[in-house]
């Protein structure tokens, strides 16, 4: 469950920066991804993983959106797309619960504007609603787009966020949301700073991610290294080449200096376990076997009730 905490103790000279002269030089990830710099480290089934200099790690495949309609498309709301989003994509309840609870520590949500950038099925955004929320979502994917609105009634846009439609909303959402988003955008920076220009001033914005300074990227690492690529493990599960795939995946400290460069005071950056699928999702992608999944999987339940693992983190923002 997420929880409002201290600021994580990060040391300004990290992953993403790079010393020059005495000088702190921040890199930009996405003037990296698109003159294609880095090194290759990490060959994995579905994705290549390049390195840069300062540390940021990104894959070298790009979502093509140009050819996304703007409206939304309700036959692609099959049973098939329905069983996927009630249980696969909600899934987890106290999830999507826990998240509305982080919303209210910060801002009391009746009468306030809030945009959910990637809001998938509209289950986060429909317990805000109750509430008295003024809500919105942004969403790309016909079938949960159409989910959200005949579901849920919400109002639902699909359009990018950094498309000029959404200059009519600039400084009008008290809370902007993106929950497991930013590491599947091709551009996170450009992401991020278009997302904080519908803010108020004043206003908060939400991130939670997979984090690579967590446990699972390094054991991904530490056995990608012992194996020479043969057995990746978490890494195989944490990129992907496929379309709104994993692209990149942050460190906390690189958050923190994404979120400074665009204007916004760090007020909470702290890490937690979170699953957002079942157990058995990510497993299948490890080991490739359903039968040693099943053996394997009430192992996993019980260990991670016992010591959960951090591995994703909760950031938040305040637009000065």
Not at 60 to 88: A, H, Q, W
Request: glycine share 8%.
């Amino acid at each position: 469950m997420i929880g409002r905490g201290e600021i994580t103790n990060l040391n300004p000279v990290g992953n993403g920066l790079q010393e020059s002269g005495g000088l702190v030089v921040t890199e930009d990830v996405d003037t990296l991804k698109k003159t294609k710099s880095g090194v290759l480290k990490y060959k994995l089934k579905n994705a290549n993983v390049y390195v840069s200099s300062g540390g940021y790690h990104y894959i070298d495949y790009l979502d093509d959106l140009g050819n996304i309609s703007e409206e939304i498309d309700d036959s692609k709301l099959t049973e098939d797309e329905l069983v996927y989003i009630e249980n696969m994509l909600q899934s987890n309840a106290e999830r999507f619960e826990s998240q509305t609870k982080i919303i209210q520590s910060y801002i009391p949500v009746t009468g306030k504007r809030i945009l959910d950038v990637g809001c998938g099925g509209g289950l986060f955004l429909s317990k805000l609603k109750i509430m008295g929320a003024r809500t919105l979502g942004l969403e790309l994917s016909d079938s949960r787009a159409a989910y959200a609105r005949s579901r849920h009634e919400l109002e639902i846009i699909k359009r990018t966020i950094e498309t000029r439609y959404w200059e009519q909303y600039e400084g009008a959402m008290d809370v902007v949301t993106l929950w497991d988003v930013i590491e599947h955008v091709n551009y996170p920076g450009e992401t991020l700073k278009a997302s904080v220009a519908v803010l108020k001033k004043g206003g908060f914005i939400f991130i939670d991610t997979p984090c690579r300074d967590g446990l699972y990227h390094k054991i991904g690492e530490i056995t990608y290294k012992l194996s020479r690529g043969r057995f990746p493990t978490f890494l195989n599960a944490m990129y992907s080449s496929h379309r709104f795939g994993h692209k990149q995946i942050f460190s906390t400290h690189e958050m923190k200096s994404m979120f400074q460069s665009v204007g916004l005071e760090v007020v909470e950056l702290r890490k937690f376990h979170e699953l957002s699928f079942p157990y058995s999702f990510y497993l299948e992608k490890i080991f490739k076997s359903k039968i040693l999944v099943g053996l394997i999987l009430p192992i996993v339940k019980v260990s991670l009730l016992i010591f959960p693992v951090k591995n994703k983190m909760l950031v938040v923002g305040c637009k000065k």
